[in-house]
């Protein structure tokens, strides 16, 4: 997952893509299996104040240190 964020930094990543990529096309969750892994990766990376934004109707987004 990170390594994705991180191909995409700054530009947000859709729910789709984030489950075709690290899941597979022929995985499908319960609707809150990517918003969990999204929580742990933020606690890990930086708790509160994570790098890692919700673009609202978008998917997620890697902010860079630079747009801090």
Same mark, same amino acid.
């Given at each position: 997952?990170? @390594? =994705?964020?991180?191909?995409?930094?700054?530009?947000? @990543? /859709?729910?789709d893509e984030?489950?075709?990529? #690290?899941?597979? *096309? &022929? !995985?499908f969750p &319960?609707? %809150? /299996?990517? &918003?969990?892994?999204? %929580?742990? =990766?933020?606690?890990?990376?930086?708790?509160?104040?994570? @790098?890692?934004?919700?673009?609202?109707? *978008?998917? !997620?987004?890697?902010?860079? #240190?630079? /747009?801090?």
């Amino acid at each position: 997952m990170l @390594v =994705l964020l991180n191909e995409k930094m700054n530009r947000p @990543v /859709s729910r789709d893509e984030f489950l075709n990529r #690290c899941w597979g *096309m &022929d !995985y499908f969750p &319960d609707a %809150h /299996s990517l &918003d969990q892994q999204i %929580h742990m =990766l933020r606690k890990k990376i930086g708790g509160e104040t994570s @790098v890692i934004e919700t673009a609202r109707g *978008m998917g !997620y987004r890697f902010r860079s #240190c630079e /747009s801090q």
